[in-house]
């Protein structure tokens, strides 16, 4: 199976991270299409194991951005929906590019 067939219809990628980021121990590719976070990672040749964690975009209350490391500078993004709470890490140049794309689908309370 391909990153494809986990799309709903008509939903397009807006967004891809360029490298992995770490989520639940393992490291996934982030995406963020017009409809929902797709967090997406593909093992296996022969006997394919796909994983997908997907969240609704309507779904996310806030964000959180930090970096941190003496040595091996690395950023932490927490994202926040309505039931829980989402937490990545990975080079400070891929979470940040993540944090700065999903900042434009927040809704603005007026």
């Known amino acids: ?12 990628i807006k967004y891809q991270s360029l490298g992995k980021v770490r989520y639940l121990g393992d490291k996934f590719y982030f995406y963020i299409t017009d409809q929902r976070i797709l967090i997406y990672r593909g093992k296996g040749k022969v006997f394919k194991k796909d994983r997908v964690i997907t969240e609704r975009l309507e779904a996310i209350k806030s964000l959180s951005y ?27 140049s891929d979470v940040k590019g993540i944090w700065q794309e999903l900042q434009k689908y927040l809704k603005r309370e007026e």
Do not use: C, H, Q
């Not at 199976?1 to 397009?12: C, G, I, Q, S, T």
């Open 66 to 92: 930090r970096e941190g490391g003496l040595v091996r500078k690395r950023s932490y993004l927490s994202v926040e929906t309505e039931g829980k709470r989402l937490f990545f890490e990975g080079k400070i």
């Open 1 to 12: 199976m391909v990153l494809k067939d986990f799309l709903l219809p008509n939903e397009a």
